[in-house]
């Protein structure tokens, strides 16, 4: 830390000025090869303001052990784990394989990937999501008979209802729902994981959409988010900072739990060529949206750099930045500062520590 501090305080004035902190991002947003990633000044400005918390226009070395603890050190050497999601047999050539589906994705395909990157990536951690379904489970559209289809319903007679219609049911709760053939029955051949994926000894498996009453495609929380499964417990208790995600189907389980990894405020990293999906469009919106909301979306051969702090992304940089602005107290408005965090309108929410 100290070291750190004096290399970048080149003026010796015990604080890091913008000028300054623009070094240091050059210097800790690099590639595998030592090529700083190209940061525009607006960037920087808007990290600089989150850490120099009493808005003076310098980071006092008070600020600075909070950027060295809470943000530096995680980005050098963050803690990640892999999440591997349902590669189970049913959608690589079982009843719902998605070959068959629009994208025309092969699900074998995220064989080889997932495989290479558990033999040859030092993650700290490894997840595996199986979907587990009961056989009376709302998500089967041989079940439709099973639930009222409310009036506003695209079909509200079931005998019309057909596989991928999205429906909407009575309930109470009422639920829209894509109805999908039977798959990933509960202790059936088709719900097993592939067997030729790997499977890490210390692995951890996540069992998800067991409540026949609603379907569940992030391995962090079911679609109407009452109940959440052990998942994101178990990465806190790791202390995991970057989790990277992939499997099937890219648009649909996978893209979903990667949208919850980000919201909890997980850097969270799509490994693209390991996942396969369903529809092209959505995947597609499936990366913007990753895109914009701060996370990666990158080749399963970028990793093992970025796991071991060679090839350091800026966007997860951000990412972090607005996590750690998050618990950041910030002072009350001060009319005199010159860099007042209070006048940049989305930093405003922080007034009250928020
Ligand atoms: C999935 C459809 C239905 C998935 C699960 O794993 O992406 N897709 N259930
Ligand atoms: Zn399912």
Redesign the pocket.
Known sequence: MEACFTAFDKDEDQAININEFTALCKALFRNEKGKPYKMDSQQISDLFMIFNVSGDGSMSKQEFVYCWNGWIKKIVRPVSAIIV??V?ND?ISGS?AIKNCQAGHQGEDVLEPINRMLDTVPFDKHFYSL?W?PANHI?FVDNVHMRKLAPESSKTNPNDCQTYDVVVFEGPPKVTQ?L?PA??VQESWGAELHPDLKVHPQGKQVYK?SNPEV?S?SAFFDNNKISKTVLEEMIRKEGCTDLYVC???T????ASTAFHAIELGFRTILVEDASRG?KLDDIQKAFERIRTEHGLVCNSNEVKAMVQGRDRRPELGVKLAHECRKSIIYPLKNKNSKYNPVQNGDVNANQNGV
């Open positions: 999601v349902d189970q959608f719902l979907d379904h998500s894509a999908w798959h990933c959409g379907d495609y499997g099937i189907a648009d649909v389980c996978v369903i």
